[in-house]
């Protein structure tokens, strides 16, 4: 589980990297925008993926949280 966890966050970093990549991309601004913009998108989805899978996680007993 802390495997697909941590595959998840490397993508939503990745997906970031690639929005910035775009952003200082030397393409036209038409281009340039949607590449950003649909990475951006990518990055919120993995995001939300990202939380969902863990509250699943935590309501099927596969994590649990520390108690300090």
Same mark, same amino acid.
């Not at 340039?32 to 989805?45: E, F, S, V």
């Given at each position: 589980m802390k495997f697909a966890i941590l595959?998840? !966050?490397a993508a939503v970093v990745g997906a970031l990297a690639a929005a910035g990549v775009?952003?200082?991309g030397g393409r036209d601004a038409a281009t340039?925008? @949607? @590449?950003?913009? @649909?990475?951006?998108?990518? @990055? $919120?989805?993995l995001s939300i993926a990202?939380? !969902?899978g863990v509250l699943l996680a935590w309501q099927l007993g596969w $994590?649990?949280?520390n108690a300090v």
């Open positions: 595959a998840l !966050l775009a952003l200082l340039r925008d @949607r @590449r950003m913009a @649909r990475a951006l998108a990518w @990055r $919120i989805g990202l939380f !969902l $994590i649990a949280p």
